[in-house]
């Protein structure tokens, strides 16, 4: 049996690094935010509901309106709710696919930044927080998106605090630039892989 690992973790908090050491590793890992804007495009069902919800200014010219939909996403938790509620559930469902297609690996992930927020959580059997102090993660990320200080700040104010999500995790991952990465994936693997059918360890 396929053992399902969820990564997730902050904006800057380096998870896509995990990520790739997993993928380096032998490890298939589903990017959420990548298979999402491939879905937002390609699943019909998305597609019609969004249409629904937002106007057929919704896929202005084919593509999809993203300043459109952000504007409504923003707009209320409501809004965010609507939308969530059409696009997770085929998030959910691709994923499951996926991994259907990956049956022979021991191991797969998925990493998602919201994925105990968006109830992704049920859909793996061990989560792994990707730490970082958040100072590094703002300086990671105003550096990635040529972003500001205060946009940068404001995603973090929206996303689950590290308090919490470290509350939900079973393992936490410490990427602050100077505690290295690769003996803490290799420990987890090691783990998973002794502990075949997977008990919760202590949380960090």
Not at 166 to 181: C, K, M, S, Y
Request: with cysteine; net charge neutral; aromatic share 6%.
């Amino acid at each position: 049996m396929t053992i399902r690992i969820g990564i997730t973790g902050g904006i800057g908090s380096g998870k896509s690094v995990v990520s790739r050491l997993l993928e380096v590793m032998g490890i298939p890992v589903y990017i959420s935010d990548v298979e999402t804007k491939q879905l937002m495009m390609t699943d019909t069902c998305i597609r019609s509901e969004l249409t629904s919800l937002l106007g057929k200014e919704a896929y202005a010219g084919g593509a999809l309106n993203k300043p459109l939909l952000a504007s409504y996403l923003f707009g209320s938790p409501g809004h965010a709710r609507e939308i969530n509620g059409i696009i997770h559930p085929r998030v959910k469902e691709d994923f499951r696919q996926w991994l259907r297609r990956r049956a022979t690996c021991s191991m797969a992930g998925i990493e998602s930044a919201i994925l105990i927020e968006a109830g992704f959580a049920g859909e793996v059997d061990v989560v792994v927080m990707v730490y970082a102090p958040e100072e590094i993660r703002v300086q990671r990320a105003m550096k990635r998106d040529a972003s500001s200080r205060e946009l940068i700040e404001k995603r973090i104010r929206s996303q689950m605090s590290d308090e919490e999500k470290r509350g939900q995790a079973d393992f936490v991952i410490v990427n602050d630039g100077e505690t290295p990465l690769i003996p803490q994936v290799l420990a987890l693997i090691t783990f998973l892989s002794q502990n075949n059918t997977y008990l919760c360890p202590p949380k960090k």
